[in-house]
């Protein structure tokens, strides 16, 4: 047997025409001597294919030969001297193989920054088209239920208000009262200048009953359980397991998103209502050691001092930041692909998502209210 012979090429360029000169062997067990120089060199778009040197030639030397030709612009190639099979090789390699992809976009300037800032615009509306579509269709899904109640999933239900709400009651509270205890100082410390730190029981009672209660609950549910239903969705839909249920007659949007939305419909207030409770329990022992506020007269004050309606207006928030949760880590889920690397990506949209709706939608909130006077 032969040995191969070592590929070559050199491209000579003269008044008249640009040429390529391909010698010895382009094959697999030879292209690893000249493939890195040959990818580096630019063809001109009039190039011209002597192959009257070339050895043998298999589909992997043809390949690499159609992509510097595809860069250049050149097809289709014209040929000098004779082989027997460049040319054909080299069309039927074209014909399956993909175009070289473009070359890297540079910078333009203020031109790239608009253009960037009007494809985002653009991706943000149609993500925002698409997550209100999925509301629909989830709305319509839960009135379907709710005229026929035996297909509602209790079990699913329940055991999502355990795993979302009842197992995250004790970070809610945890986190709620310590932000409590710094809000009141805070207060204390601005208010103690003007000998009026008794205000901040006030400032306690509406930061907390208003904003703080449940805007925490709904960041620590984004965090928390949003990333959990989307992991879930996402990883049953790498697994197929949807495209069974729905071959079973199933349909997911009743098992998998109804369940989960409902739930948090319930369990958002009642978290939010501990979240609230547990911030002015921080308040009221900051008050305690540092200000000699009494518990009674804190509460009392609280009471007297800060209108009911400052709770309402925190818990009307409530299930509207529990149903952003649920939707849009369930739309993630449905969403995700069949890699992991899909699967990481959806979730981690997911919990941003999540947290810039919870801010977006205390801040109309906030709007809406001040509007109405409350």
Same mark, same amino acid.
């Given at each position: 047997?032969?040995?191969?012979?070592?590929?070559?090429?050199?491209?000579?360029?003269?008044?008249?025409?640009?040429?390529?000169?391909?010698?010895?062997?382009?094959? $697999? *067990? &030879? !292209?690893?001597?000249?493939?890195?120089?040959? @990818?580096? +060199?630019?063809?001109? /778009?009039?190039?011209?294919?002597?192959?009257?040197?070339?050895?043998?030639?298999?589909?992997?030397?043809?390949?690499?030969?159609?992509?510097?030709?595809?860069?250049?612009?050149?097809?289709?190639?014209?040929?000098?001297?004779?082989?027997?099979?460049?040319?054909?090789?080299?069309?039927?390699?074209?014909?399956?193989?993909?175009?070289?992809?473009?070359?890297?976009?540079?910078?333009?300037?203020?031109?790239?920054?608009?253009?960037?800032?009007?494809?985002?615009?653009?991706?943000?509306?149609?993500?925002? $088209? *698409? &997550? !209100?579509?999925?509301?629909?269709?989830?709305? @319509?899904? +839960?009135?379907?239920? /709710?005229?026929?109640?035996?297909?509602?999933?209790?079990?699913?239900?329940?055991?999502?208000?355990?795993?979302?709400?009842?197992?995250?009651?004790?970070?809610?509270?945890?986190?709620?009262?310590?932000?409590?205890?710094?809000?009141?100082?805070?207060?204390?410390?601005?208010?103690?200048?003007?000998?009026?730190?008794?205000?901040?029981?006030?400032?306690?009672?509406?930061?907390?009953?208003?904003?703080?209660?449940?805007?925490?609950?709904?960041?620590?549910?984004?965090?928390?359980?949003?990333?959990?239903?989307? *992991?879930?969705?996402?990883?049953?839909?790498?697994?197929?397991?949807?495209?069974?249920?729905?071959?079973?007659?199933?349909?997911?949007?009743?098992?998998?998103?109804?369940?989960?939305?409902?739930?948090?419909?319930?369990?958002?207030?009642?978290?939010?209502?501990?979240?609230?409770?547990?911030?002015?329990?921080?308040?009221?022992?900051?008050?305690?050691?540092?200000?000699?506020?009494?518990?009674?007269?804190?509460?009392?004050?609280?009471?007297?001092?800060?209108?009911?309606?400052?709770?309402?207006?925190?818990?009307?928030?409530?299930?509207?930041?529990?149903?952003?949760?649920?939707?849009?880590?369930?739309?993630?889920?449905?969403?995700?692909?069949?890699?992991?690397?899909?699967?990481?990506?959806?979730?981690?949209?997911?919990?941003?998502?999540?947290?810039?709706?919870?801010?977006?939608?205390?801040?109309?909130?906030?709007?809406?209210?001040?509007?109405?006077?409350?």
């Amino acid at each position: 047997m032969m040995n191969p012979v070592d590929p070559g090429f050199a491209l000579e360029t003269s008044d008249e025409k640009t040429i390529l000169r391909l010698t010895g062997d382009w094959t $697999v *067990a &030879t !292209l690893q001597l000249v493939e890195r120089e040959f @990818a580096e +060199i630019a063809l001109p /778009a009039g190039v011209v294919l002597d192959v009257s040197a070339l050895g043998h030639l298999d589909t992997a030397g043809a390949f690499l030969i159609d992509r510097q030709l595809r860069a250049g612009g050149v097809w289709p190639p014209q040929f000098e001297g004779a082989h027997n099979s460049a040319a054909s090789l080299l069309e039927q390699v074209h014909a399956v193989s993909d175009p070289v992809p473009p070359a890297p976009h540079r910078p333009l300037g203020i031109i790239d920054l608009l253009e960037r800032v009007g494809r985002g615009t653009v991706d943000m509306l149609s993500e925002l $088209v *698409a &997550t !209100l579509a999925f509301l629909g269709e989830t709305v @319509a899904t +839960i009135f379907r239920l /709710a005229a026929q109640p035996w297909k509602f999933r209790w079990t699913s239900i329940v055991a999502v208000m355990e795993e979302a709400g009842l197992n995250a009651m004790p970070i809610v509270a945890f986190l709620s009262f310590f932000v409590g205890m710094v809000v009141a100082y805070i207060g204390a410390t601005t208010l103690r200048d003007f000998d009026l730190e008794i205000y901040t029981v006030e400032l306690i009672g509406y930061s907390m009953l208003r904003e703080f209660g449940v805007v925490l609950t709904g960041i620590v549910l984004a965090g928390r359980t949003n990333s959990s239903f989307t *992991a879930q969705i996402g990883t049953m839909k790498m697994r197929q397991e949807i495209d069974a249920m729905q071959t079973l007659g199933l349909k997911p949007m009743e098992v998998l998103v109804a369940p989960r939305v409902l739930a948090m419909l319930v369990m958002t207030p009642i978290l939010a209502f501990i979240a609230t409770l547990a911030g002015i329990a921080g308040g009221v022992i900051v008050g305690w050691t540092s200000l000699d506020i009494n518990p009674g007269v804190f509460i009392e004050r609280l009471r007297t001092a800060v209108p009911l309606d400052q709770f309402w207006v925190g818990m009307t928030k409530a299930p509207v930041f529990g149903l952003v949760v649920a939707l849009i880590a369930c739309r993630q889920g449905l969403l995700t692909g069949g890699s992991v690397q899909s699967l990481g990506h959806r979730t981690t949209t997911s919990v941003v998502q999540a947290i810039f709706s919870i801010i977006v939608l205390d801040a109309l909130f906030a709007i809406f209210y001040m509007e109405l006077g409350i």
